[in-house]
């Protein structure tokens, strides 16, 4: 239990499941003192972890496998799990986080992938590498294009939405806020997802994370992911990239990094990461800072982030 009570994750699954089934819960006031996670998970035999990918980063530098020896399971959502931090994670931990997804409006789950289940009759996958897993029991999710909420083709990209008796009634005092995110009884999440063959869910990018440049929409996350690869960094973020207005185009990418970070080498990468040109960052779009901007919950703080490339 390391996520703050002023979370939903950590008002329902960290304060409110264990108090009404009785379960053991070892609650963490700071969850950024990874240190302090480790000591405990190991101290009380901790078997579920549930955290954010930054602190699983965390967790991968200053925590051993000793300590996390007790652990079953290990749940993450909030953000994208990259595939290189789940990779690190599994090689130092033996363990391999299970991707979910939610929000507040969605007290907090609405999916989530599973341990494959084995036996002699049945051989059920209860995860694929990339997705946030199936709808929970009870929650039906649709994709659909986000102007007329026609839904997509198996494999489009589109909105996705969520039903269920998860979903919020409303937010309180602001009927016109709630009318925008509903439709039709269906909770309009905001984010970019496509549906596979199995059911599976992937999220391409959140609408707000995608910058309109010269009429192409070019995920933020994406590139985001393509840096990392090409500096190597696996346990950690590597940069953040938004945007911000530009007179010719529209917008700009404006990618923000920790000091140390070998610009031009990283540029001439880039030209063959095979990302489309229109999506790549340019020489002059790198802005340096001590640490990314965090929510309390774990989160990047994206409007103190458009605060900072405002400046």
Not at 11 to 30: D, F, H, I, K, M
Not at 47 to 61: E, H, I, S, V
Not at 78 to 89: H, S, T
Not at 205 to 219: D, T
Request: aromatic share 8%.
């Amino acid at each position: 239990g390391n996520l703050p009570f002023f979370h939903s994750f950590g008002l329902t699954v960290c304060l409110w499941l264990p108090l009404c089934t009785g379960t053991g819960v070892v609650l963490q006031r700071n969850p950024l003192d990874v240190k302090k996670v480790g000591t405990q998970v190991q101290a009380y035999g901790v078997t579920l972890l549930a955290a954010t990918p930054t602190f699983l980063g965390g967790y991968l530098r200053r925590c051993t496998r000793e300590q996390f020896a007790s652990l079953r399971h290990v749940a993450t959502g909030a953000e994208k799990l990259r595939p290189q931090l789940a990779d690190a994670f599994e090689e130092r931990f033996g363990l391999r986080p299970l991707e979910g997804y939610g929000c507040t409006e969605l007290a907090p789950f609405a999916t989530l992938n599973l341990p494959d289940f084995r036996n002699e009759r049945v051989d059920q996958v209860g995860h694929k590498e990339g997705s946030i897993g199936h709808p929970l029991p009870g929650i039906a999710a649709r994709i659909v294009h986000p102007e007329t909420f026609v839904p997509v083709p198996e494999g489009e990209e589109g909105m996705l939405l969520i039903k269920g008796a998860n979903v919020m009634l409303g937010y309180l005092g602001e009927p016109e806020l709630t009318a925008a995110v509903m439709h039709d009884g269906w909770y309009v999440t905001g984010d970019i997802a496509v549906l596979d063959a199995d059911g599976f869910i992937a999220i391409r990018g959140r609408l707000s994370r995608f910058s309109k440049i010269a009429g192409e929409m070019v995920p933020h996350i994406r590139v985001e992911e393509v840096i990392a690869e090409a500096i190597g960094v696996t346990d950690e973020r590597a940069c953040v990239v938004t945007g911000v207005p530009d007179e010719q185009r529209g917008e700009r990418l404006v990618v923000l990094h920790r000091p140390g970070l070998d610009i031009p080498s990283l540029c001439r990468a880039l030209l063959n990461s095979g990302l489309p040109k229109l999506w790549l960052p340019k020489a002059d779009a790198f802005m340096e800072v001590a640490d990314f901007p965090l929510l309390g919950t774990g989160k990047l703080d994206l409007r103190a982030i458009k605060e900072l490339t405002a400046a």
